[in-house]
């Protein structure tokens, strides 16, 4: 089968990574289109996955969204037309979707946040199949087109899956020139373009005010927060980093967006989301069983070293073959 993976956004590269190689190993053709945006480049040339470059991003507000999605969408699908292909997937890629519906190829969406309303207004009326966690109450899903039919649902966290061969790495620590006997944090800023994440957050300039000058990575979304971060005692990467080794050997995480909150609850690293959007189903779930924290005054965070013993705890592991498998069901969706 000859599959297309499109990837719009950092964490699309390390979610699908897994997939794309167990579909390799399965033995079907898969060929990788990327959008530039945040470190998704960055990332693809870190892991060696060959790729091709359709397309930026346009901008957070909702017309420049609207108009790259048109534009990328319609560029995607001239760059498709006439490969053969067997079914489309992505991780909430609006664009793939829409040029996959043009094409009339099959295609399958994955998405672990259920209130970005107006991409998955898109996505779960054209795919054909839509991967989400078990954590997500199929009602939430059902005012974007998302049938019972359509909904193909996973067992816990999608960190779980990818990182399930995980090893860390402590090279990283060298490249960032840490002291792994002192306490470390990582800082994720806001998701500045997205539509979901329409508030100020002051609380991360505030948390980061109290954590200057202590061991302190920022890893910043866009260069413009890389440039402002600059020469503030902070350690910022140039480039993409081994994130996760970062994670895993931190002694505190605190971060707006999901994806890096929920690498931590997958690794055992203690966690703080200053989220202000809606909470989605699967961050409620962790709030509720502890695992990750809301972040409501920064005096909260207290940087000490962790005892090695709680670095050890047994971790979930899930096989990635089985999203795989839920994605791979799309094609036969389409013949029925």
Known sequence: MRVWVDLTNSPHVLVLRPIVATLRAQGHEVTITARDFAQTLGLLERFAI??????RHRGGRLAAKGLGLVSRSSALARWARGRGFDLAMGHGSNDVTVAARLLRIPSATMFDYEWATVQHTV???????????????????ARYGATPRKIAAYAGLKEEYYLADFAPDR????????????????????????????FENDVIGRVLERLRGSQTVVLPRTPKQRDELRGRGFVVPEHAIDAQSLIAFADLVVSAGGTMNREAVALGTPVWTTFQGRLGAVDEDLIAAGRLKVLERPEDVQLTKRPPRERNAERVRRDPALLAGLLLRSVGAACR
């Open 171 to 198: 090279a990283v620590l060298d490249l960032l020139g840490l002291d792994p006997a002192r306490p470390i944090a990582v800082v994720r800023t806001p998701p500045v373009g997205s539509l979901y994440h329409r």
């Open 50 to 55: 060959d790729h091709t470059v359709v397309g």
């Open 123 to 141: 996505n779960c009326s054209l795919a054909e199949v839509v991967v989400v966690p078990e954590a997500i109450p199929p009602q939430r899903l």
